[in-house]
């Protein structure tokens, strides 16, 4: 991604620190958070000062690594293990951090820390190095279903910014238009936390790409005037049956698009897919804190970032993050290794 | 209703002053707002210091006997046409507008000025005491619905702010929580301008019925859940057909409440019902400011009002202010007269 001219990435790690995007400053201002510890790090996930999936994971990887240099060279892998439990309490849905904290945890494992240092450093560098691959590899299969002048609609963020780099459910939208295909993206706010008018309208802005912010109620509205060609969305974690948790909302449009007949795409790399997760009964939904729902923030008048209440003062307020999408209204899943229908025995050709 | 121990109706009409709860400052100040020419109580209707369709029905017919106060004598007629265009220009979709209007325009019809006053007043004035007994009588009917125990989600306001009193979706609620059932509100905040967050969690409050605030993105959430028993809203304007217009997010809502088998009810009276209407694709659509959905105004820390701006600089917005729930999605349509269902023979029963 380019931002005012030079190229970041979301999430990176150089010597013991790791460099993050500041989500939560931005569209507003344009921020690089520096964590110097795993804690650190595990609290710039729970802040959400880096979000989507592809990023929390590479962070988690990265946390591992602070984590082995922090650690007391006696009691190594105690204090690994308790580490490593402590990054993985974050947050509860992405399938990203598990898979990476574990990839990490398998090859450590009985190692000194001179030699896990190494180890865990190499790997999560691959880790965030595979993250951009993939994405873009994501690009190229999901570009395939775009067609030029199409209109899509898309929920939350799942581009550059919820991975390292390119993104899942934007990735396809990248690369049609680098290809010169015109399209219109509605971008749903994706209330409470506003990742959709803030994170990825922002992204559309420097990608150049014509798109309006809606509210989530209005997404029926425009597809049963059949303005909406394609929906496309990302995904926190595939179930081995091909359920779907993604951000709040996911499951309203999915099954909006299959009764106005909109193809419904999840964009999302295999490390999204929890094969031992048989269906999405079984994925944990995290509970934020009602404040997301009450409290909104953003630039007054004068440029200064202001938080306001935005709802009755003393009504409560219940904010689940994520909700699950059963399968069946899914049209297909946008993976790096290729397209595959919403179906176990299409998911595990992915695992061969 | 009562606030802060005072009875209160949401307009109400005395000498040429019209009195207006002034629904822009709720929930953080409530002001009464005084109109005093044709003029202000449009400008009031156009900037939504009232609405609701009861409540912006009652407010025109107020406006017209204020156009007719402030009419020459002479030219009396003529000054009267153009008022009411301009009354009824004010918004576009709300039927209660336009039946309140030309219930009075037939009224005074060839009248001199004198006469017209005095008939437009007591005809405006009877218009909205109906309200209040159809509200009321909605309430009686829609009770019926519901069982001790049930939870209930509705979307925006259609309580005591969007009509003179009681309300038409909040009505059965309020009339249910009087004769002691408990019940459980799911309140949808109504994006873009949170009238759900910000009046109908007032109104509760104030009722004392136990409630909380979700996203709008959060009702399938809780309908996969089976946590919701009933769904209840409101209309802007009932074609005869069925087909119901009310605020931007209902349809998303009718056709998840289908999926989930949850009952999902239209509460209003007769008067927005638009008999000659043949479908929902005959009700224009209001288009509003994209600043809605950009920009939010509540309280900050200090308790004063602000508005920031809350998605990306720079990204435009699209703002449909309604939607078109067709008749097959909604399981009645509640009225003064009784429940109906949602197709033309049921309808034209009311009108019998």
Chains 1, 2 share one sequence.
Not at 326 to 341: D, F, L
């Amino acid at each position: 991604m380019i931002v005012n001219g030079k190229h970041y990435k979301t999430v990176w790690m150089e010597g013991s620190k790791v460099f993050l995007i500041n989500q939560n400053k931005l569209p507003f201002e344009f921020e690089i958070f520096t964590s110097s510890t795993y804690g650190e790090s595990i609290q710039a996930i729970k802040t959400m000062i880096t979000r989507g999936a592809g990023a929390i994971g590479v962070t988690a990887g990265f946390a591992v690594v602070q984590a082995a240099m922090e650690a007391p060279s006696n009691d190594f892998q105690a204090f690994m293990t308790r580490a490593i439990s402590a990054i993985n309490a974050s947050r509860p849905t992405a399938n990203n951090l598990f898979y990476a904290t574990k990839k990490i945890a398998d090859a450590i494992k009985g190692l000194d820390k001179e030699w896990a240092v190494k180890a865990s450093s190499e790997l999560a560098q691959q880790l965030a190095l595979e993250n951009i691959l993939e994405a873009k590899a994501i690009g190229e299969y999901g570009n395939s279903l775009i067609k030029n002048g199409m209109s899509i609609e898309t929920h939350c963020n799942a581009g550059w910014l919820g991975f390292v780099d390119y993104g899942s459910a934007l990735s396809p939208i990248y690369t049609a238009h680098r290809e010169g295909k015109k399209m219109f993206i509605y971008v749903d706010e994706t209330r409470p936390r506003g990742q959709g008018a803030r994170l990825t309208a922002w992204e559309l802005q420097n990608e150049g790409i014509p798109h309006a912010i809606i509210a989530d109620n209005a997404g029926a509205f425009y597809m049963q005037r059949g303005e909406i060609d394609m929906m496309i969305v990302g995904a926190d974690r595939i179930a081995a049956n091909g359920d779907v948790a993604n951000k709040i909302g996911t499951l309203e449009k999915a099954i909006i698009a299959k009764e106005y007949n909109v193809p419904f795409y999840v964009a999302a790399p295999t490390s999204t897919i929890d094969i031992n997760c048989p269906s999405g009964k079984e994925i944990p939904i995290e509970m934020r804190s009602e404040d997301e729902v009450l409290v909104q923030s953003g630039l007054d008048q004068d440029g200064n970032m202001k938080s306001i209440h935005v709802a009755a003062p003393g009504s409560p307020a219940y904010n689940p993050a994520f909700d699950v999408s059963p399968a069946k209204y899914i049209s297909g899943i946008i993976t790096e290794k290729g397209i595959v229908r919403a179906c176990e025995d299409d998911i595990r050709t992915l695992f061969d």
